[in-house]
């Protein structure tokens, strides 16, 4: 099983960035495919970005040109780079990978 902990989440205001991290420890083998995907109060979970073990990334529409999802196999880690935010991207964020997810990390746009 692996056990995935983000962290890097925040209160920021409008126009600003935040980086969050994603580390997977456990029975690793190979980490094919991280997403990162994002749930706002009283919405549903929604997939934000993607990568895969090539270098190939999606992104949601209303994320492109702002996040950039990245990855470190050395590290098994993957991040997630957010610039320009909006308080239309607050909310919960976790990470997935090999079936498990992290526990969230909370990000707040807010002035």
């Known amino acids: 099983q692996v056990q995935l902990v983000e962290s890097g989440g925040g209160l920021v205001q409008p126009g600003g960035s935040l980086r969050l991290s994603c580390a997977a420890s456990g029975s690793i083998f190979r980490i094919n495919v991280w997403a990162w995907y994002r749930q706002a109060p009283g919405k549903q979970r929604e997939l934000v970005a993607i990568?895969?073990?090539?270098?190939?990334?999606d992104y949601a529409d209303s994320v492109k040109g702002r996040f950039i999802i990245s990855r470190d196999d050395a590290k098994n880690t993957v991040y997630l780079q957010m610039n320009s935010l909006k308080p239309e991207d607050t909310a919960v964020y976790y990470c997935h990978c090999a079936g498990s997810w992290g526990q969230g990390t909370q990000v707040t746009v807010s002035s």
């Open positions: 990568i895969t073990s090539g270098g190939t990334t």
